[in-house]
Every structure is written in C-alpha cells, then in structure tokens.
C-alpha cells in the first residue's frame, strides 16, 4: 500500500497509531509519503535540545511498521538534507535520512507497489513578505529583533529558516524532464510540494508564478499521470479529479475519498 499525506512541518503525531490506525497493519514494503515541509531535518546549529527532538522524531519513524518517504518542501534545511549519502533506491535517488525515513530528490522516478512514481519537491515560501534577513550577518539576531519590535513578523531568515535552493536549478528542472522522457512521459502518479500554475491559480489568486509553478504547468500539459498529489497550502481538497492538495488527511494513493 502507499498513502500519501500533507505538510508536517516536525509535528508526526498524524502518523500515530492513535491517528492513523492503518499504519499498525503495514510493513516496510507499505510507504507513507509526506508532500514536503516534512521538517524532520530543520535546525541549523543544533543545540542540545534541538538535537535530541530532532532524533527522537526520526527514531519514532524509523520504528514504524512502514517506510516514510518525503519530497522537500520550502520549510526544509536544504543545506542539512543535501549533506545527506546519495543512493540509489527502487529507480531513482534518495537522501537516506533513517533506515525506513528516505527523501526523494527532485525529478526522480520511482518504482513502488508496482506504480511509477514522480517525485519532485521545492516551493517558494509565502511566508516572507516582510524580507529575508542574511543569516551570516553577524547582527541578524538584532534585526530580527528590532522588526519584531515593528510588527514586522512575516520575515525569514538566509540559512537558518530560508534557504534559496527551495526552488530547483537547472539541473534539477532538467533531470525530471530527461527521467520523464524515459518513461515516454507516463507515469502513474506524481508527488510535489506546491502545483502548477493553472491548478495554483484554482486554489487561490493569492500565490505568485514562479520557475516551479511554471514548470509543472509544462508537466501537467505534457505528462500522462492518474493523480498529481502535493501539499504546500495546508488544506485538503481535490482540486480537480487528478489534482489533490493534501494536509492532515493520509489518504491511500489513488483510493479517491
Ligand atoms: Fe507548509
């Protein structure tokens, strides 16, 4: 079995027994998949803390009953994540964050359950309407302060909350066109953080275009998918028959509601 779910942002409790009772009945051979802001790997110098959280976490996913696989979102340390061993798994790359906890990278397709599977992550952040601050500056933490003073909360900053590679390169843009042209451009789902353009604009007027957005535009004009499922503007909805947004709900891929 997959399921596939929304942003959790560090916070698995969805993943509970409690909350997602399927899970007990699965095997390592059963994936979830998380459509970005997995926010398991987020803290930039971990203080004690933060470290022993952030392990305890990948622990509890590690130990359950089946594999977690995330695509990245824009709330990820991108640095932290790309430190990760590139391997090879069921046809495409990861990051191996845990035995059982797996990043898919961006433009890789993978074999699961007999389905092929898309994944590509990145988004741009909504959250920054009030600037990024250089997080190398060695007086960020005051003017974070002093814009907090100003009511100005809306603001990130450059390697310790945002990091510029939440949008793809060149390469990775390119990587996902050359995988997909394998395939003859036929996949059975594709799994992202934010959605194309068209599908973006039915959600909201409030999201900008942007590289990403524009692309899976391409994608969806020019891919042979059954479900496209992502995350990104934390609520659940089918925005189309093909084209789910997800969040708290853990929905078994392609099982409709
Ligand atoms: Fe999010």
Known sequence: MIYVTGDCHSEFEKLSSDRFPEGKHLTKDDYVIICGDFGGIWWNSMDYVQRKTE???IRWLDKKPFTTLFV???HENHTRLAAYPVEQWHGGRVHRIADSVLHLMRGEIFELCGKRIFAFGG???HDISDGILDGS???WRRQAWLMEL???VMYRVKGVSWWEEELPDEEELQNGLDNLAKYNNCVDYIISHCASDSVQAMISGDYASDRLTQYFEHLRNTVQYDAW???HYHDDCD???KD???????RAINSGK
């Open 55 to 57: 392990d305890y976490w």
């Open 72 to 74: 990245d979102g824009n």
């Open 123 to 125: 988004a741009s952040s």
């Open 137 to 139: 500056a060695p007086d």
């Open 150 to 152: 100003r009511g100005q």
């Open 229 to 231: 499922y992502f995350g």
């Open 239 to 241: 925005i189309t028959e």
């Open 244 to 250: 789910i947004l997800l969040y708290h709900e853990i």
